[in-house]
């Protein structure tokens, strides 16, 4: 008997970071063989995802997905990362589902697969040819995680191996509260000392009261830690967190951040949360247009002095962001520090500008902080190819800023 | 250097590695021309800390390629990519005799690599480092399954790649210290390859009965594979070190259950009773040890106990009968077993026999006895529990740490083209998945 002809796959890293890009490889194929590549992963809430391309083998029997295009799947073309940024819940999922590890100290787990043939449905009941397992990590070996409770200030810190010291990051998510861990993990993967901050527990809130304090406390206890260059603080949000970070760089006379990341962000300060229904999905967009014209809502942005990049998509179906960052660009010019304003505008890009491939949504279930208890489905927006490729420039051109910001022996200078 | 101001930039990828996965180290943003200490630190399972480290120059703009640049210096020199780990020693202080082994491999090495000012060769551990990150080492890839078998008496373990299979399989066989030694088995599993450990020294049955295996337990071993539903029945392999050579060449050769497809031994012998187990082969080695010899170091050196090759066909396995592809893997300075003198004389008894094309000999001169998986730091000397007198002696494997670890990389490449050649159909074992070892 003679032994087995299974292709051989191989993937690397089969451990690395969320941001590190993959090497998938299919080797002694039949000659010109259509065979579908398969990502499936289970998430922590045990819901399944999927994502699959479609190739032909070349004369020596191999695929290499950097190289070769897909036809058809979730993904089409040359895409060396499609098999984990066009994930999507499996078939017969709940509706309306979102992808964030909240455990950060264990990696999500991906099955890669090869399966014979163009498949597109059925993949568990089926026997692929071969698979592996992928480990894909938020936190770089050594990186130390520590539960932070003081001075009233909630979070999770995050701190790079080595003696350091080094720089820090106060970093915010947005309106759905909750200890969100991930980003400052994988930014302290960077190098970063990096605060996730609580501070919009759902629970809790009745008087949307964001107290200006607390920001400042959690600013100080990174630039106090013993590990951190205190005069390279810098503030890093997205969504409400983006509204926080421009309202403490403008006005604290306490806290000087060294620069500020802003994504996904509206310099107007929210009173209440009303929302248009359309197609059953809520879209808080169009009520912000309307505040744009009365300044006493608004961020003085003229008084920020710190560089400040803006990361925006242009189909965000959540806050104006385009017309907010207009408009922030206008008030900076007329204040004289326009020089110190980046931003970037990314098409067919929703709101949700996460780290690099992780999977789009365009829309997803949501529990607003404060809006009694109901879960809402909240209209995001952005197309999944276009706005997976924003992802990843932005994380680029994120990480770039951050670097000649917070780690350059230069001045600060905004332009990138 | 003003720690204030230090932007000096320390990365190696990938920080989560398999062990014979090589790494890229770069120091970036150091001032140009500055001196430093790429130093490596490993506290192992035993609580032993063992370090390695090689001396710098940063070029014109502030670079260290660890890969590409010489090291001046330290406990390797010249350029080599992977010396920080091959080149790892006990600190000073240790305990002599130590010898580093994984034995739990479900979780990885740690290793702590830091860049110090300055070319240092000591107190490193009194001093704060520029930068440092921490590089894990894995001997099991994500998705292998470890599954302890106790059936049949046998004291084992079973690594299974991730996926369907089925996988071709191998039995996985250590030397005299005896254990049950995984990570091999897991490595190899990690490379497509359903591997079984099998501990037959000092094994339960052993411990519970007093007496040594006989060649049954070996059988019930491969059968185990053989039937198990992941693995391809007729693609089975074995691979032996040291005394785990014995057994392998006479299961290959001698057994009627045992259908070896190939079959790699390294730092063996073919020198044994042609009819005994275990016992015999053990009491056919003793009978000689008299002629063990110390060195200048106080070492016992083992090899002459074997030698000289005897003529007598009942004291040495009849090569001429292989039937499969065997690949031979030697040390030229192996002081523990005569492995060079026996893989000539297998070479001679194959080519009488009219059988030499299934055998090929990898020579390694200044290699010594323990070719281990690569990048493991190399031991020349080691502190042995004899079985035979329950005593623990220093050792004397041989072999110059530098040869040895290029040794050591090069057998293990050839041993996994080896064995996906014999164990897998067609010509084109997977180069690509090789490519970045």
Known sequence: MSPPTSPILSVQPTRGLVDEKLKVVVESLPPGSPVTLHSLHHSEDEDYWEAFGHYVSDFRGMVSVSEDLSFGGTYTGKEDMGLLWSMRPVP?????????????????????????????????????????????????????????????????LFIPPGPGPFPGLLDMW????????????????????????????????????????????????????????????????LSLGSLVTMHVA??????????????????????????????????????????????????????????????????????????????????????????????????????????????????????????????????????????????????????????????????????? | MDRKRCTLKLLVQPSRGLVDEMFIILVQKAPSGFQLTVHALHKCEDGHSWEAFGHYTADTIGTVNVSEDPSLGGTYSGVEQMGLLWSLRPVPGSKPGLRLRKMNVQIPMEVTISVYQGHQTEGFMDQVPLASVVVERWYMAPGVSRIPITEDRLSATLFLPPGPGPFPGLLDLWGGGGQLVEYRASLLASHGIASLALDYLTAKIIMETGKMVDLQYFEKAYKILEQHPQVHGSSIGMLGLSLGTSITLKMAVYSEVMKLRCAVCISGCHMQPVDGSVEEILKYFNQNADRTRISEENELIWRDV?????????????????????????????????????????????????????????????????????????????????LATREKMIVLWGGETAAHSRAQEDAWRKLLVFLKENLYSGSNPGTTSLSHL
């Open chain 1, 92 to 156: 017969g999922s709940r509706k309306g589902l979102r992808l964030r590890k909240m455990n950060v100290c264990s990696p999500m787990l991906h099955n890669i697969s090869v399966y014979s043939g163009h498949v597109s449905e059925g993949f568990r009941e089926q026997t692929p040819l071969t698979s592996v397992l992928v480990e894909r990590w938020y936190m770089a070996p050594g990186v130390k995680r520590i539960d932070i409770m003081e001075k009233g200030v909630r979070g999770t």
């Open chain 1, 174 to 237: 947005g309106g759905g509260g909750g200890l969100i861990e991930y980003r400052s993990a994988l930014l302290a993967s960077h190098g970063y000392v990096s605060l996730a901050m609580d501070y919009f527990n759902s629970q809790e809130l009745e008087s949307a009261d964001l107290e200006f304090k607390y920001f400042e406390t959690a600013f100080n206890i990174i630039k106090e830690h013993p590990q951190v260059i205190p005069d390279r603080v810098g503030m890093f949000g």
């Open chain 1, 250 to 416: 403008a006005e604290s006379t306490i806290v000087k951040p060294r620069c500020c990341i802003c994504v996904s962000g509206s310099h107007f300060y929210p009173n209440t949360f009303f929302c248009i229904a359309e197609n059953n999905h809520h879209v808080w967009r169009d009520m912000w247009i309307h505040l744009l014209d009365d300044p006493s809502k608004k961020v003085d942005v003229g008084k920020i002095n710190c560089p400040i990049l803006l990361v925006n998509g242009k189909d965000d179906q959540n806050v104006p962001a385009d017309e907010c960052a207009e408009d922030i660009a206008l008030l900076m010019n007329a204040a004289g520090n326009g020089h110190l304003l980046s931003r970037v505008l990314y098409p067919d890009t929703g709101h949700l500008i996460e780290p690099p491939y992780s999977p789009h949504f365009r829309a997803s279930n949501f529990k607003a902080a404060g809006v009694a208890t109901k879960t809402v489905m909240l209209l995001w927006g952005g197309q999944t190819k276009p706005h997976s490729d924003a992802q990843e420039d932005a994380w680029r051109k994120i990480l770039s800023f951050l670097q000649h910001n917070l780690y350059s022996s230069t001045p600060p200078r905004a332009k990138l």
């Open chain 2, 306 to 386: 074997l030698l000289p090759v005897p003529s007598d066909l009942a004291f040495k396995v009849d090569m001429g009968r292989l039937k499969c592809p065997l690949l031979v893997v030697v040390g030229e300075d192996d002081q523990n077993w005569p492995a060079s003198e026996s893989a000539m004389d297998m070479e001679e008894m194959m080519e009488q026999a009219g059988n030499s094309h299934l055998l090929t000999v990898l020579s390694y001169p200044k290699a010594g006895h323990l070719i281990e998986p690569p990048y493991t730091p190399h031991a020349r000397a080691s502190l042995f529990k004899s």
